[in-house]
């Protein structure tokens, strides 16, 4: 067994008259200042590798860490000492430019092949709003792109006189943008964030022609940037090293084609190469011994749906087959056929979140397998009109590298895939645990519903928190009073570790100290988020919201740091921020 110790502070900018410095700052200084005023390099340093977790941290870092701090806050002191006060120390610990929780960088090894990765996944990315009557734009796809998505989602359907291409959501109000316009504001704002490769999803309702006009767009929007497979079907995806600033095209490649002339799509059927269930048509319960006879896989993959084949042919457009670089599909067939694994290919699987979760009831281990070669894509309902989004563990638990999203459907669950993503430098690809990926006797692989002994613990105190006045009205939590703040924490991942608690309230105080330790037995520590929510008591009404994170545990530094806090909708608040102190030791495995 292990344990992961976190102290947490919340603070914001010192523009106001700062908070004293809590009592284990005030002890950790006097400790390693030896009782002394002020605090050199050589005793930062001690700090930083003994409390801090940074045993490479060197005289030449703390000395940087001091200029940076007297350049700040004095712009006069730092050529007159090159040491630290108590207040000095409080503000470098508590300010998240100098001491953020995770480490910016991208550390995890990025030369394994795609699948080894989760990657930050978007579902119909050019929504503005809601799913049924919202405008289509590239604007959201700009913001994800920014943000660190990897995976944008495009529906492309005729457009009115059926010799261009849109971008909307089909069978709804939802207006169009056109096809050109998303596809040059991805190639203007792809790598902007990240490096590593754009996955584009394309769900096709196009005739063959549209499809060469696509296919044209496509070649002379991207260029060079577009990966090109050197064969039809790919024994092993490369790695995201080996694609840095490429453009990945997947989609399910064409086959037969209705004739132009009586190409149509009418409301009781999905395009062909649609990926998505049909709304009102959730799939049923599949059992190991019915599964080839599940009626609802013909609403879900129209290659199950005959009503068209009587006006199909062969004729098929190279180009746009060729710059399929991901190739997707549903065969025909009950779980086992979808989640058979060949040794010389590899394919994209897209399931709705409620056939996942019917298909790991009873094909959980053969989903993990699936998953430790191909893609799986997990999409939400189309019940959930609102944008709003789905629980992402179990996609993450059973190895789905794409985890598809509704970026605008602000929420919880939206909260865990922005905390999920700021793992690995933030760069939209966070390799999955090697557990996930170990094959053991007999074709054993990760159990996600075995039960697991604690394999480490965390202990979070959170401290404090203050600056609340700087970004809200004095008005807006209380009209006549300041404001009541506490604050949850808990843990989201494997059912196991799922918790939430709160402190106290603290009344009438915009700087609220709770000075509370909470302990948290982790089995899966590799999944698990920490969630850290505050929020403003309200008796007659219901509390209101004043912030919050998401975390991923396996990267919290060790020692106190400053955490930023972020609204609704994730953005930052330009002044809130949490502080943590870590310790970690390892035990068991699985």
């Not at 700090?47 to 712009?75: C, M, N, W, Y």
């Not at 995890?108 to 990657?119: G, N, W």
């Not at 005729?158 to 040059?184: A, F, M, Q, W, Y």
């Not at 953005?571 to 035990?587: E, M, N």
Request: charged share 25%; glycine share 6%; net charge neutral.
């Amino acid at each position: 067994m292990g344990s992961y110790r976190i102290c947490m502070c919340f603070t914001r900018e010192f523009r106001m008259t700062e908070a004293e410095p809590p009592p284990d700052i005030e002890e950790a200084f006097k400790k390693y200042s030896e009782g002394g005023s002020h605090m050199t390099a050589e005793e930062l340093q001690r700090f930083l590798v003994e409390s801090q977790g940074e045993p490479g941290a060197t005289i030449s870092d703390a000395e940087r860490i001091i200029e940076q701090v007297l350049e700040k806050r004095h712009h006069i002191a730092k050529f007159t000492r090159h040491t630290l006060t108590l207040d000095d120390f409080h503000h470098y610990l508590f300010t998240v430019d100098f001491n953020p929780p995770i480490g910016p960088q991208v550390h995890q090894d990025m030369s394994a092949p795609l699948s080894h990765y989760f990657i930050y996944t978007g579902h119909n990315s050019y929504l503005t709003g809601n799913q049924l009557s919202s405008d289509s734009s590239d604007v959201p796809i700009i913001k994800a792109l920014k943000r660190g998505v990897r995976v944008i989602e495009l529906d492309m359907w005729p457009n009115s006189t059926r010799d261009g291409v849109h971008v909307l959501h089909g069978r709804t109000l939802t207006t169009p943008v056109e096809l050109i316009k998303c596809l040059k504001s991805i190639k203007e704002h792809a790598f902007s964030t990240s490096p590593y490769p754009v996955i584009i999803t394309l769900e096709d309702r196009l005739t063959p022609d549209l499809q060469a006009k696509v296919a044209q767009m496509v070649s002379q929007t991207f260029g060079k940037m577009l990966f090109y497979p050197e064969s039809e079907c790919l024994k092993e995806f490369p790695s995201p090293e080996e694609l840095k600033y490429r453009i990945i095209i997947s989609t399910k490649p064409p086959e037969k084609y209705p004739e132009a002339k009586s190409f149509k799509v009418n409301n009781s059927q999905k395009g062909k190469d649609s990926d998505e269930d049909v709304c009102g048509e959730e799939p049923s319960a599949l059992t190991a011994h019915q599964e080839g006879d599940d009626k609802s896989d013909r609403y879900q993959d129209d290659e199950d749906n005959n009503d068209c084949d009587k006006n199909l042919h062969p004729a098929e457009p190279p180009a746009y087959k060729r710059l399929i670089g991901i190739h997707a599909g549903k065969p025909k067939g009950g779980l086992k056929e979808l989640l058979k694994v060949e040794i010389d290919k590899v394919r994209r699987l897209s399931l709705s979140e409620k056939r996942l979760e019917k298909a790991v009831e009873s094909h959980g281990m053969d989903v993990v397998r699936f998953t430790q070669k191909n893609f799986l894509r997990v999409y939400p309902k189309c019940t959930r009109f609102n944008s709003s989004n789905y629980k992402p563990l179990i996609g993450w638990m059973h190895g789905a590298q794409m985890v598809a999203f509704n970026m605008q459907g602000y929420g919880r669950s939206l909260w865990l895939m922005h905390g999920m993503f700021r793992s690995n430098g933030g760069c939209g690809y966070v390799k999955k645990p090697d557990f996930l990926m170990n094959m053991g006797p007999n074709n054993h692989v990760f159990d996600p519903k075995a039960k697991f002994p604690v394999k480490k613990i965390l202990k979070v105190k959170v401290y404090m928190g203050d600056g609340w006045h700087l970004d809200f009205k004095h008005t807006h939590f209380d009209l006549y009073s300041p404001p009541d703040f506490y604050t949850r924490v808990g843990i989201a991942g494997v059912p196991a570790d799922e918790t939430m608690e709160k402190t106290k309230k603290k009344k009438n105080n915009w700087t609220p100290v709770w000075d509370v330790e909470f302990t948290f037995p982790l089995t899966v520590p590799e999944l698990a988020l920490l969630r850290i929510e505050v929020h403003e008591y309200d008796l007659s009404e219901s509390d209101d919201f004043g912030g919050q994170t998401c975390l991923p545990v396996s990267e919290l530094r060790e020692g106190i740091h400053a955490v930023p806090l972020f609204n609704h909708k994730g953005v930052k608040f330009y002044s809130v921020l949490p502080r943590v102190k870590a310790h970690q030791l390892y035990g068991n495995s699985y």
